[in-house]
């Protein structure tokens, strides 16, 4: 696990109450290992756990993965210095910030050794669910919200965020991720993003053949929300994934799903993935959230240019 902020620790108290716990959990920060260790003192996972350094992480070869959980600005670096070590590597979006990270990205990325975190791939129930509204309702009409809690604070002080990274390069693939599994062969176009930095709201319009796509974030909205809604001849339908499991209602009732596999939230699934060995029943492609988010960073960038 490299990096020490909020979101590594959430990966690595996965991880530890993991069906596929290692027997070692490896934890990393380039920066402040001394967060590491008072972590592990609060979790008392003292055996199950080791804290290291970088070098050792890219030197041994009994650290064969590693999840990459640093500032925005460090991921595409680290992942690439683990690739060239020949490990495998889940990084967190956004993965890269400019197209020679990515190019090199894509070239050192052989078969499942670059994961790229697309949490909705991995919920084989949520992509029907996508699939089954988007085919009742005939959409022609899609929009999509996220939203996350007003003054989120991080370690005591009020959360900042930079549009042109957190939101257009964070945020939009997993809009990407949702319209991909509706829109597996279709040709999707960015066509506008406006971003207004003193609110840190966007609109992204996009365009998917016949179907107008409106997409909406919001880093400072009053309460934490993501949802899916559907308009079309077929009537309307949504899915309300804020909390887990999903809530999907089409044309005002509600989809039932395997309630089984919805115990388990796909963030969990995800890092469950990564760390068991991997196997030929994997449901889905590792290669595919690579591809879907390099698809995505690429178009990002173009239109950052233009």
Known sequence: MIGSGRWARVYASIILNSRHTPKLLYLCSPTNNSSWQAWAEEQGAHDGVRICTFDEVLETSYIPSAIVV??????????????????????????????????????????NSLWVS?????????????????????ATKIGILWSDEERELRWGALKTYDPDITIAEDVLPHFWTILRIIFPTKEIAIDKIEIKKMDNFMDAFLSAG???????????????????????????ASI????????CIINDRRERTNAKSQTVSPLTLQIEKFVAPLDSTQKTSISECFQINQEVTQKLLEYRER
């Open 210 to 236: 016949p179907t107008k796509i409106k997409t909406t974030a919001n880093r400072l909205g009053l309460c934490r929300q993501r949802s899916v809604c559907f308009h079309g001849e077929g009537g309307t």
């Open 240 to 247: 309300d994934f804020s909390a887990w499991p999903a809530r």
């Open 70 to 111: 640093r500032k925005p600005t460090k991921h595409a670096e680290t992942s690439i210095k683990l690739l060239l070590k020949n490990k495998r590597v889940l990084v967190e979006k956004p993965f890269c910030l400019n197209i020679h990270d990515l190019n090199l990205l894509g070239i050192l990325a052989k078969g």
């Open 118 to 138: 697309s949490v909705l791939l991995h919920n084989q129930d949520f992509r029907l669910l996508l699939q089954k509204c988007f085919s009742v309702t005939r």
